[in-house]
C-alpha cells in the first residue's frame, strides 16, 4: 500500500484518514445489546493496540475521541510502542454546561481540570465535544458562547482548539466571528445519518469552511456499506478536508485503507468481496 495522503491543520501534519474510535469504546449508535457485544469483543487495551497498529504501518497516524478513557489510552500507548510512531491524538472532552453558563460562561476551575489531563494525556489538538459546543449556538447572535473561553485554555496548554459539532450553524458562525479554532468536526455521509438539513447543503458548509473540515459518520454508523460511504465522502470534500473512520479488527482497518487508496487514486481496489451463496451464479470462471 502506498502511504496515505496527509493535510495541514493549524500547522500540524495530519493524516487525511482520521482513526475513529466508537466502535472501540462501545457507541454503536444501534441498539444496546450491540453496544455491549462491542464492550464484550473489541473495547480491550490489546484488541485496540492491535487496529491502531495497523492504521500507523499504512501512514494513518492521527485519532480521534474520548481519549480520556484508559483501555483507549493504553492502546494507543501499546501501538506507538510496538511501531515507534506518534499517534496525532484529536481529543473531544465533554465540558460540563449548566443553567448559567449561557450568561456567565464556563466553570473555569472545571474546564481548567479537564484541558490538564488532556495535556498530560498527550493530546495534539482538543475540540469541546458537540454536546457542549451546540448547546451554546445562538442562532440569534450568529455566535457560539464563550466558545473563545475555551479556546484560550486549550491554547494555554500548548494544543490546539478546534469545533466538535453536529450542527453546521457552528461552522458558519465560527468563521463568521472569527473564532480562534483550527478546524471544525462535521457529520457527513450520503445518507444524512444524524444530520440536520440536507446532504448538498452539508456539503455546501463544508466546501465555503475557512479552516479544513474533520468528517465524521461517512458510513453512517454502519448502515451504509463501506465502498458506498467512503466513494461519496472521498471524492467529495476537499483535498484539505479529512474523513473519520473506525473499524473493530485489524482486518477491517486494512480493507478500509486499501479502499480508500483505491478511491483517491482512481483505481481498482484490492479488497476481496464477500461471497455468499447466491453470488456463484455471477462469479468468473
Same mark, same amino acid.
Given at each position: 500500500m502506498n502511504a496515505f495522503p496527509r493535510t495541514v491543520v493549524g500547522g500540524i501534519s495530519v493524516s487525511r484518514m482520521i482513526i475513529g474510535t466508537n466502535w472501540f469504546l462501545g457507541f454503536s449508535h444501534c441498539t444496546n445489546a450491540k453496544d455491549e457485544a462491542i464492550r464484550e469483543f473489541v473495547m480491550t487495551r490489546q484488541k485496540? +493496540?492491535?487496529?491502531? %497498529?495497523?492504521? =500507523?504501518?499504512?501512514?494513518?497516524?492521527?485519532?480521534?475521541?474520548?481519549?480520556? &478513557?484508559? !483501555? =483507549?489510552? %493504553?492502546?494507543?500507548?501499546?501501538?506507538?510502542?510496538?511501531?515507534?510512531?506518534?499517534?496525532? /491524538?484529536?481529543?473531544?472532552?465533554?465540558? !460540563?454546561?449548566?443553567? @448559567?453558563?449561557? %450568561? *456567565?460562561?464556563?466553570?473555569?476551575?472545571?474546564? %481548567? *481540570?479537564?484541558? @490538564?489531563?488532556?495535556?498530560?494525556?498527550?493530546?495534539t489538538f482538543c475540540f469541546p465535544h458537540q454536546s457542549t459546543t451546540d448547546a451554546l449556538v445562538d442562532r440569534c447572535t450568529r455566535r457560539i &458562547?464563550?466558545? @473563545?473561553?475555551?479556546? &484560550?485554555?486549550?491554547r494555554d496548554r500548548g494544543m490546539i482548539p478546534g469545533l466538535s459539532t453536529h450542527m453546521p450553524e457552528s461552522i458558519v458562525y465560527a468563521d463568521e466571528s472569527g473564532l480562534d479554532v483550527e478546524t471544525y468536526i462535521s457529520l457527513y455521509n450520503s445518507m444524512g445519518y444524524l444530520m440536520q438539513v440536507e446532504v448538498d447543503?452539508?456539503?455546501?458548509?463544508? *466546501?465555503? +469552511?475557512? *479552516? !479544513? /473540515?474533520?468528517?465524521?459518520?461517512?458510513?453512517? +454508523?454502519?448502515?451504509?456499506? !463501506? =465502498?458506498q460511504g467512503l466513494t461519496f465522502v472521498w471524492n467529495t470534500i476537499r483535498p484539505q478536508d479529512m474523513v473519520t473512520v473506525g473499524t473493530m479488527t485489524p482486518r477491517e482497518a486494512e480493507e478500509s485503507i486499501e479502499l480508500s487508496l483505491s478511491i483517491l487514486e482512481k483505481r481498482d481496489s484490492n479488497v476481496r468481496l464477500q461471497e455468499t451463496r447466491s453470488k456463484a451464479s455471477i462469479k468468473s470462471k
Open positions: 485496540i +493496540a492491535d487496529i491502531i %497498529e495497523v492504521f =500507523l504501518k499504512n501512514g494513518v497516524d492521527t485519532i480521534m475521541g474520548l481519549i480520556q &478513557r484508559d !483501555p =483507549l489510552y %493504553e492502546g494507543i500507548q501499546d501501538a506507538q510502542q510496538r511501531t515507534g510512531k506518534k499517534v496525532i /491524538v484529536v481529543s473531544t472532552p465533554s465540558v !460540563p454546561v449548566h443553567s @448559567d453558563t449561557p %450568561e *456567565k460562561g464556563f466553570y473555569l476551575g472545571e474546564a %481548567e *481540570k479537564i484541558f @490538564d489531563i488532556e495535556r498530560s494525556r498527550g493530546s &458562547r464563550h466558545m @473563545d473561553q475555551i479556546s &484560550r485554555m486549550i447543503w452539508i456539503l455546501n458548509v463544508i *466546501k465555503r +469552511a475557512k *479552516k !479544513p /473540515v474533520m468528517t465524521i459518520k461517512p458510513m453512517a +454508523a454502519g448502515l451504509l456499506r !463501506p =465502498l
